[in-house]
């Protein structure tokens, strides 16, 4: 299922030559783990001091 799922965004992202969404979704997967991870985890004051 999600290996169908990646594989058809990349087919997309190949025939709309649309290489650019590749950081924000990037950048979007990261700021959410960063999200998950800060609101319960012992890594909260590290990822505190990073903003």
């Known amino acids: 299922m999600a290996r169908s799922l990646f594989s058809e965004f990349w087919q997309f992202l190949r025939k709309r030559k649309a290489y650019w969404l590749i950081p924000m979704l990037l950048m979007l997967i990261i700021v959410g783990a ?15 001091a990073l903003f």
Request: hydrophobic letters at 55%; zero cysteines.
């Open 34 to 48: 960063l999200i998950i991870f800060s609101q319960s985890s012992a890594l909260s004051p590290f990822i505190y």
